[in-house]
């Protein structure tokens, strides 16, 4: 049985820092209602998608230009049995420059293949971050992907 965290990673011609900025700017890419300040270490904001999925997020590490890591402290996803699944995992963005470009390795620490709601939530974070981040981050407009 495999335990392996959700990954994705892309590369973009921006620099760490507009990159680092397009990611804490989050009402811009990831689609939804999104309430509270997403910017600074201890900040927290929530995010929902009309009954679908609420979830709570807190900075709990920032590094400037290089890492963003949230912890999410409540989750309801009401399309699973387990609707907490969520909870007590951590999103978290590595920035890194490689010739010439900036990398976002992109990590759900926690959400496993044994999740019920591995296989919808995997493929919104693809599109979430393959499509509209990249999209935020190379023209400044988030993609509707859902």
């Known amino acids: ?8 990673t892309i590369m973009v011609d921006q620099s760490p820092k507009e990159v680092f900025s397009a990611i804490n700017n989050v ?11 997403s910017h600074k270490l201890n ?13 709570k997020q807190k900075l709990v590490e920032i590094i400037p ?13 009401n ?3 387990d609707k907490s699944e969520w909870t007590g995992t951590k999103i978290i963005f590595e920035i890194s420059e490689i010739n010439n470009k900036t990398q976002v ?3 759900h620490l926690g959400l496993i293949p044994r999740f019920e709601c591995y ?20 023209t400044g407009k988030g993609k509707k992907v859902f």
Do not use: A, P
Not at 65 to 77: A, F, N, P, Q, R
């Open 65 to 77: 230009d290089k890492k963003v890591i949230w912890l999410v402290t409540e989750s309801k996803l």
């Open 27 to 37: 009402d811009g890419w990831w689609q939804g209602e999104i309430k509270g300040s």
């Open 119 to 138: 296989g919808d939530c995997s493929n919104g974070w693809s599109q979430l971050i393959q499509k509209s981040l990249f999209s935020f981050i190379t």
């Open 1 to 8: 049985m495999t335990t392996s965290d959700f990954k994705t």
């Open 43 to 55: 900040d927290e904001f929530t995010y929902r998608m009309e009954d679908f999925h609420f979830s």
């Open 105 to 107: 390795s992109f990590t």
């Open 79 to 81: 399309f699973v049995k």
